[in-house]
C-alpha cells in the first residue's frame, strides 16, 4: 500500500477525534462567553449593530487561535479540553480586561460605539494571540 495512503488511513481517525473535542471545547467556550458578557451579542448583531458583531467576531477569533494552537500541539483529547477550557477563561478576562478600560463598555457596545468596541475587540485577539503563544510552546 502506498505510504501516503497508510498514513491518511492511520491517521484520519486521531485526527477526527481531535478536531470533534477542539470544536465541542470552542463551541462551549463561545456559549459560556456570550453567557458571561452582560448584552445579548447574536440579537444586537441580528439588528445590525456592528459594534456588538465586531466584539463577537473578534471573541471567537480570540478563542480559536489558542484552541488551535491546543490542538496543534495536544498529546490527547484531555489536553485538548483542559487548555481549550483555560482559553475559555481568558476571553473572559480579556472582556473583563476591556471593561476596565472602557468604563460602560457593554452599554456603548449595545449603543453601537464602534470605538469602544474595537479597542475591546483589539484586546480579545491580543489575549487570544498570546495565549495561542503560549500553550504552543
Excluded: K
Aim: charged residues 10%; aromatic residues 4%; without cysteine.
Amino acid at each position: 500500500m502506498d505510504p501516503v495512503l497508510q498514513s491518511l488511513i492511520s491517521g484520519l481517525p486521531t485526527l477526527v477525534v481531535q478536531f470533534v473535542a477542539a470544536a465541542a471545547v470552542y463551541a462551549a467556550g463561545i456559549a459560556a462567553y456570550t453567557r458571561l458578557t452582560p448584552y445579548h451579542e447574536l440579537d444586537l448583531v441580528r439588528n445590525g449593530n456592528v459594534a456588538a458583531a465586531v466584539t463577537l467576531g473578534s471573541a471567537l477569533s480570540g478563542l480559536a487561535l489558542p484552541v488551535g494552537a491546543t490542538l496543534a500541539r495536544s498529546l490527547s483529547v484531555a489536553d485538548i479540553l483542559v487548555w481549550g477550557a483555560v482559553a475559555t477563561v481568558m476571553q473572559a478576562a480579556a472582556f473583563g480586561l476591556a471593561s476596565l478600560m472602557l468604563r460602560e463598555l457593554p452599554a456603548r457596545v449595545e449603543r453601537g460605539d464602534l470605538a469602544a468596541a474595537l479597542v475591546a475587540a483589539s484586546v480579545q485577539v491580543s489575549v487570544g494571540i498570546v495565549n495561542a503563544g503560549a500553550m504552543s510552546g
